[in-house]
Antibody, heavy 113, light 106 residues
Framework: QVQLQQSGAELAKPGSSVKISCTAS????????ISWIKETPGQGLEYIGY????????NYNEKFKGKAALTVDKSSTTAFMQLSSLTPDDSAVYYC??????WGPGTMVTVSS | DIQMTQSPSLLSASVGDRVTLNCKAS??????LAWYQRKLGEAPKLLIY???SLQTGIPSRFSGSGSGTDFTLTISSLQPEDLATYFC????????FGGGTTLELK
């Protein structure tokens, strides 16, 4: 069955970067885009962007350009999202999703000094 | 950005009730509309895609309808396991999400 396994919670300092992962199984990794979504109590669900694992092509929500960088490693069927120049506003739960059909369990990122 | 507005934000209903949840897009999104169910501590689960296509494994008591800017999720006979938060999502231009409707027992 389709599974998306996400990396564990992160505690990061302001100004630093984190890289969270989303490992896919149960389907052909290169056949579906992987999207990333941010969730906060205040803003709700926000779309960050997607990556095409086959081509590596990406598309970002304007709001997250320069903040998020999406990559994949086809050999391990893993998608990554690096968040840079972290501020407390980046504290959130981050989800990966296979197209619209299946979401991972989420990774909590806390940015605090 | 396309804005998605759901109503009501909270709905009280009894087991066996027919329940209707609404979602309105700020512009025409054609058929690019999905509905998800969200239970506490769990990832969202896709129920409906392309307005009215039932995701595999989802009970037939769930159905979707609408077009353009106005959409509806209907649960024909509410079951106890349906108590959850439901949100809509447009994928016509990027993705944006409604604020959710929480179903509670009356």
């Amino acid at each position: 069955q389709v599974q998306l396994q996400q990396s564990g919670a992160e505690l990061a300092k302001p100004g630093s970067s984190v890289k969270i992962s989303c490992t896919a199984s149960g389907y052909t990794f290169t056949s579906y885009s992987i999207s990333w979504i941010k969730e906060t109590p205040g803003q709700g669900l926000e779309y960050i962007g997607y990556i095409n694992p086959g081509s590596g092509g990406t598309n970002y929500n304007e709001k997250f350009k320069g903040k998020a960088a999406l990559t994949v490693d086809k050999s391990s069927t893993t998608a990554f999202m690096q968040l840079s120049s972290l501020t407390p506003d980046d504290s959130a739960v981050y989800y990966c999703a296979r197209s619209v059909s299946f979401w991972g369990p989420g990774t909590m990122v806390t940015v605090s000094s | 950005d396309i804005q998605m507005t759901q109503s009501p934000s909270l709905l009280s209903a009894s087991v066996g009730d027919r329940v209707t949840l609404n979602c309105k897009a700020s512009q025409n999104i054609y058929q690019h509309l999905a509905w998800y169910q969200r239970k506490l501590g769990e990832a969202p689960k896709l129920l409906i895609y392309n307005v009215n296509s039932l995701q595999t494994g989802i009970p037939s008591r769930f159905s979707g309808s609408g077009s353009g800017t106005d959409f509806t999720l209907t649960i024909s006979s509410l079951q106890p396991e349906d108590l959850a938060t439901y949100f809509c999502q447009q994928y016509f231009s990027g993705w944006t999400f409604g604020g959710g409707t929480t179903l509670e027992l009356k």
